[in-house]
C-alpha cells in the first residue's frame, strides 16, 4: 500500500476545477509513489463550496483556510484563490510543514513573492517542498522543445505573445481580474507571467532588461453588483522587448483585446541551426526546423509517441491530449518530487524572477518605455 | 442522494484504458442523474485483472465475464473486448436486464451483429438500453458540424479517410488485430467503422451501395510468440466508394500505411451552399466555409465556446480537449437515456447497419470491386 | 544571335492567355537556346483574334488554323483549342514537320489520341518534336517532390484529388466544357487527367487497372445563347480507385462541385520510409515527411531555394511563384529540347496512355464500378 | 493607337529585375492608357548593363544615370539602386520634368527624403509624377485587407514582423547592404520600413510614437573583395512597439536572423469586431475573422475571385499569383495615374513620414528605448 498524501485546496473556482480534475487523474494514469486523497476543499461561501466539493470529489468543506494550517491529515496545501491571498496562505502554509502547490503569479507585488520565496527556502531547508503552478512547462511539446533547444545552437531570438479576447465587449463585467487590488495587474500578470516563464525556461537564460508599453483600452465598466460603473485599475495590454542572457533580443505580447484569439499563447525560439515554434490552442504539435538538414522547413511534430515527455502514460500516438493534462502531470512531477525528497520546479523563487521581470515592465511602462534592468536574484 | 447505477467493465486493454478514465470523470465534470459506481473489472488473467482494477480505479476484479451476468449490484456491462466476443456478452448482459455499452465494431460478423441488434430490440422493449461505442460522434466539432449540415443545402460529396500508420515496419508482430478470427478485418473495420458512421451520422443518410478495393501490402508476419512468421488475414488498407440517399457520392479510406498520418481522421463533406471539414489530429477545431456570404472561405472555428456541445461543462474557450474527451461525453448521454428511459444512440441497430457496409465493401472487394448493394434494415 | 524559333498559337482563351504570357516571359527569365518570336495568333473570329493578337502579344492573327500548317516563319504550334480539334490540327502540323505543344487532355477519344502519337513518333524520327501540356509537372515543388520519392522506399499510397467548384450553381450555363462532343468528358478530363499524369510521373508506375464511379449531378442547364435549358452530356464527378506498378494502390477524385475548392489540386504519396503532400492552391510548399528521422513530421518546405528546380531564374528564397509560372517553365524545356534535338516529356505518348486510364474509368463507371484493366502501350 | 511612355531604369539588380518583369508584363495584362516603352537601362558596369539590358528586354544601354535626366524619349525615371543615391537620382529627373517610381526606403537619411519629397511636391505643381514602391500595397490580399478595415470597428492591435534569415551564416561576406553608409540602417530600413508602411495604410492612422531596439547579431564579417574581414555597421534585427492615431498599439519586428522564415511579412489587425491576418509567404490568402457571426473564426480566403483587387486582369479562381505580381500592379496603377493627371499612390512624402518613423526608431534605440515621438507632417 502507497502512503497517502493528504490535499487540502483553497479556491474552487476555475483553476480549483482544473486542479481538481488533475488530483483526480493522477493516480490511475501515473503510477504515483504517494496516494494523493483529495480530503478537503475550501471556500468563504459554505454552501457553495459543499457543493463545489462534492462535484470535484474533494471529502470534506471548509470556509476559513486557516482550519487547514497544520492538520494532521492534510500535507499538501493547493492554492487556487487570486493573487492576492498568496502570500499569506502559502506561507502560512510553509511554515506549518505543509506542501504548496501555488498557482501564478506567485503574488501581486514583488514584496509578497519575496516574502514567498524565503518561507519556501525555510521549508526546503526542512524537507517541505513549494511549487508555482507554471503549468504549461508540462504541456509534452514545451517541455519536448526544452530538450531540443541545445540543437538550435546560438540562440538569437524569441518571440512570445499570449493573445486573448475576452475583454472586447465593453459591456464585460467590473471583475476581481480588473482591479488592481486584487489580481495586481491586468494581462501582463495573468498572461504575462506565462510567457515570461516560457521563454525563460525554454532558453535556459533569465531576461535582463526590459522595455514596456501598457494600455487599457476601455477604462470603466459595469460592476457586477449592479452599481453602476468603475474604473479599470489593470492593464488590458502589455507589450515588451527584453534581452534574455548574452545576446538573445525578445519580444512579448499580452492582451485580451485580440479579437478571434481565445488561448492564443505562442512562442517561437530561433537560433543559429534551427527554430521551435508552438501554438497552444494546437498544444499537441510542436514544429521544429533543422536548417543544417537539406529539405529544412518547419515540421509539424504530433508530439504524441511513448517517447515523447509524460505520453508514455496516456493514449497511443496520434491520440491527442487536452488543455487540462498539463496540471495532470504538473500534480505527478510534484508528488514525485515530494516523495523523492526533492524541491520540484518551478520554485516560487522562479515566481519571484517572473515577478520582478513582470515588475520591471510595469516601471518601465510608467517612464516612458525607458530601458529597465531586472534586478538579479 | 443520487441512485447508483454499478458498472462492470470487460478488458482493460486500450479501450478498457479510455472508458476508465470517462466512468472516473463524467460525474465530476457532467451533473449525471445517476451516480456510476465502477464495480467490478474483468479480464482472464487474474494478476493482471486485478492490478488493472487498482491502476484504473475499479472496485473489483473478475476473471469470467460470466460472473457479472446478472450481478445485482451492476446495472451496466461495458464491453471493450476484441470484436470476437461482443456478441456473446453483450447479448448475455442485455437479456439478463443489464445494460450494454460495447465497443466498434459491433461484431465480426453480420450474423453476430444481427443477433446482437435483435437482443438489444428485445431489451429495449423491457427498458434496457444499449449503445455502440463510436465515440467520434461526441467530439464537439463533430456534434457541432451535424447541427450545421443542414445549411449546406443538397449535399453533394463525402470524402473519409482514416489514416494510421502503426503497421509500415514489417518487423511489427502478428498480434490479434491482424488475424481474420479474432478481428474479422482490418482497416476496414476498425479504421472503416468509424468513418462510416461518421459519414452517415453527419449527412443522415444511410450508404446504400459500394465499390471496394482491399489490399494487404506486407502479407506475413512475426508470431509475438516467437514461433516463427504467420500469415496476416486481414486487410492493411481499404478503399470504397459509395452512394448515400439520393444523389451523394463518397469516398473513403482506411489504412495503417500511410507513413507520417498517426491517427488522421478526416471527413469533409460538400453541400450546394457550404461545406464542413474536420481532422482527428486537431479535434478543438471545424472548418466551416459558408459560400452564400461574401468573403467565403474556410474558417477555423475552436470549438471550445460555451454554445459548443459538451463545452460548458468543461473550460473557458480556447483551452482545449483531447481525444479521451469523447468517451467521457459518451459516458454521460448513455447514463441520461439510462435515466430518462430512452434510447440512447449510436444504437445496435446503427452498428448493425454500418457491418453491412464493410460487409458489401468485402464482397465488393472479393468480386472486382463491382458495385455492390448494402442490404435495407 | 540566337536562332529565331517562330511559333503559332491555335485558340487565345484561358488557355492561350497562359501561353502567351509564358512565351512572352520565358526568354527574359531562362537564357534560352532559340529565340522564340510569337509569329502569329489563330482563331475563328477575326475582330477578336486581331484584338486578342494586339493584347497577348503576337505579332498577327489569322483565322484559320490551316494557313499556319508549313509556314516557313512557323517552327512551331502552339494548340490551345477545346479537344475536339487538338487532333486534326497536331497531326497536320507535325506531318508538315513543326515541332507541336498541345494542351490536356491530349484528345477527346482514345483512337485520336493514338493517331497523334504515331504521328508524333513519326515526326520524332526526322528531328520534329511534340509535348502535351501537363503543365504541373513543372511546378517546382512537383519537380522536386519527383526527387524526393526514391528517398520514400517502397511506395504503398497516392491519394490524388482535383476539387473544383464552378458548377454548383445550377443557373450556370451550358457551355462547351460541358457537352461531350466538344469536351470529351467532364470533372474527368479536365482534371482528372492532370492527377492521373501527376500520380503516374511522381510515382514512376503506371495505372494497370481502375474502378470508377461518375456522377452528374446537374443534368440541364440554360443555354449560353438563351434558348432554354440543355442537356449536360458529361460526368460533374468522377472518383476512381486504382493500382500503380507492383502494389500501389490509389484513389482519385475530379469534381466541379466541390464547394469551397477553388484549384483545390492535392496529391500525398506515402512510402514505407516517408511521405509527400502538395496542394496546388499552396504551390510553393511541399511538405516532406521523412519517418526515419527521430522528430519526423510533415515539414513545410518552401521550395523557393536557388537549388530548387526552375527557381535560381526567379526570385531570392521566400518570394512565391505563381500559378503562371508552371507554363513559362514548360516553354522554357521545350525550347531547350527542340535545340538540343532530344524529345522533351510529357510525350504525346504519355498523352494517349492518360487517355487510356480515363476511358478505363469510364468504361468502369458504365459497368457498375467493375474493375477495368489499362491496356498497355 | 495609345501614346507611348517611354522608361528609363537606374540599377538592373534584384530589384531591376523585378520591375523589368513589371514592364515587359502590365500592358498585356492590363489596359493600360499609355504604353510603356522599355528604352534604357543604365547602370555603371558596360558591359553588364549591356548585357542586363538584353535579357531584361530594354531597348538600349547607358553607364551614366546623368544622361537619363532630360532625354526626350525618356518620360519616367525608375529607380532601383541603392539607397543612397536615390535622392540625387530621383530629384534631378523631377526636377526635369520626369516622373519617378523610386524603391524604397525612399531615401537613407530623413533629410534625403525631405528633399526628395520637396521636390515631389514642386514637380506635382507641374504635372509630373512620383511614387514609392511600397510594392506590397499591391498584394491583392493587402488590397482587400484595406477595405475591410472599416468592418473591424475600433481597431485596439497592430502586430507586424518581417522575418527573414540570410545573414544567419556569420561567413555571409560584408556587402553594401550592411554598411551604414549605402543602405543606412539594416533589418530596420530594408524590412521595417514594409511593415510600417502596411500598418499605416491597413489602419489608416500614423504612427506617433515609439519605443525602440536594435542589436547587431554578427559584428565582423568578411569583405566580398576577400580583404579580411571588416564592421558590419548596420542593425541586424530591430524591434519597437509604437501607438498609432488615437489608441491603437502595436508591436514591429524586422530581422535577418529569424532561422528558418525565407521571406515571413507577416501582420495582423484586431477591431472591436473582428481581425485580419496576412503571410506574404502564403500571398494568396487572406484570413479574416468576423467576431460578430455566429460560428467567428479566422477564414482562409483565397484572394483569386474576379471580385478581389487587380485579380480580374490574370486568371480564373484558385489559380495563384505570385510576389513578382505586385510590381506589375504597381506600373500598373503608376501609368494609370499619369495618364489620368492625378498623383499615385503611396507618395514620396507617405516614403519620408515612413523614413521619419524608422529615425525615430534608431534613436529611441540608441537612448534606452525611450518613448520618441514621430514628428509630424
Chains 1, 2, 3, 4 share one sequence.
Not at 75 to 90: F, R
Not at 95 to 102: E, F, I, K, N
Not at 110 to 135: C, D, K, L, P, Q
Request: with cysteine; glycine share 10%.
Amino acid at each position: 500500500m502507497k502512503e497517502r498524501l493528504g490535499v487540502g485546496m483553497v479556491g474552487y473556482a476555475f483553476m480549483g476545477a482544473a486542479h481538481s480534475q488533475a488530483w483526480r487523474t493522477a493516480p490511475h494514469v501515473f503510477d504515483l509513489p504517494l496516494q494523493p486523497d483529495m480530503a478537503v476543499l475550501c471556500g468563504r461561501d459554505g454552501t457553495a463550496a459543499q457543493a463545489a466539493a462534492r462535484r470535484l470529489g474533494w471529502a470534506e468543506a471548509q470556509t476559513d483556510w486557516r482550519t487547514l494550517i497544520g492538520r494532521d491529515d492534510v500535507q499538501l496545501i493547493d492554492v487556487c484563490t487570486p493573487g492576492d491571498s498568496h502570500a499569506e496562505i502559502a506561507i502560512a502554509a510553509l511554515d506549518a510543514g505543509q506542501h504548496v502547490l501555488c498557482e501564478k503569479p506567485l503574488a501581486n507585488t514583488v514584496a509578497e513573492a519575496e516574502a514567498m520565496a524565503a518561507a519556501a527556502a525555510r521549508a526546503s531547508a526542512r524537507g517541505v517542498r513549494s511549487m508555482i503552478g507554471f503549468n504549461y512547462r508540462r504541456v509534452p511539446a514545451i517541455a519536448l522543445a526544452r530538450q531540443l533547444v541545445p540543437r538550435l545552437g546560438q540562440l538569437r531570438h524569441v518571440r512570445a505573445s499570449y493573445l486573448q479576447d475576452w475583454l472586447v465587449d465593453p459591456a464585460f463585467p467590473l471583475t476581481w481580474r480588473l482591479e488592481r487590488e486584487h489580481a495586481g495587474s491586468g494581462a501582463l500578470g495573468d498572461l504575462g507571467a506565462h510567457i515570461v516563464d516560457l521563454a525563460q525556461y525554454l532558453t535556459g537564460e533569465l531576461i535582463t532588461g526590459v522595455s514596456g508599453l501598457t494600455t487599457t483600452f476601455v477604462t470603466e465598466r459595469p460592476r457586477p453588483d449592479g452599481s453602476g460603473p468603475g474604473p479599470v485599475t489593470v492593464d488590458d495590454a502589455a507589450l515588451f522587448s527584453a534581452r534574455l542572457g548574452a545576446g538573445i533580443v525578445a519580444s512579448f505580447e499580452a492582451t485580451r483585446f485580440a479579437t478571434g484569439r481565445k488561448n492564443g499563447l505562442r512562442i517561437e525560439v530561433n537560433g543559429e541551426r534551427g527554430s521551435l515554434a508552438f501554438d497552444l490552442e494546437r498544444l499537441n504539435e510542436l514544429e521544429f526546423d533543422d536548417q543544417t538538414q537539406e529539405l529544412a522547413g518547419f515540421r509539424r511534430v504530433l508530439v504524441t509517441e511513448p517517447t515523447d515527455p509524460y505520453v508514455s502514460a496516456w493514449w497511443p500516438p496520434g491520440h491527442v491530449l487536452g488543455w487540462e493534462h498539463t496540471f495532470t502531470h504538473e500534480v505527478a512531477d510534484l508528488v514525485s518530487a515530494i516523495s523523492a525528497g526533492t524541491d520540484p520546479a518551478p520554485s516560487f523563487a522562479d515566481g519571484l524572477q517572473v515577478q520582478r521581470v513582470l515588475d520591471a515592465v510595469q516601471d518601465s511602462a510608467e517612464h516612458e518605455s525607458r530601458w529597465t534592468a531586472v534586478p538579479a536574484a
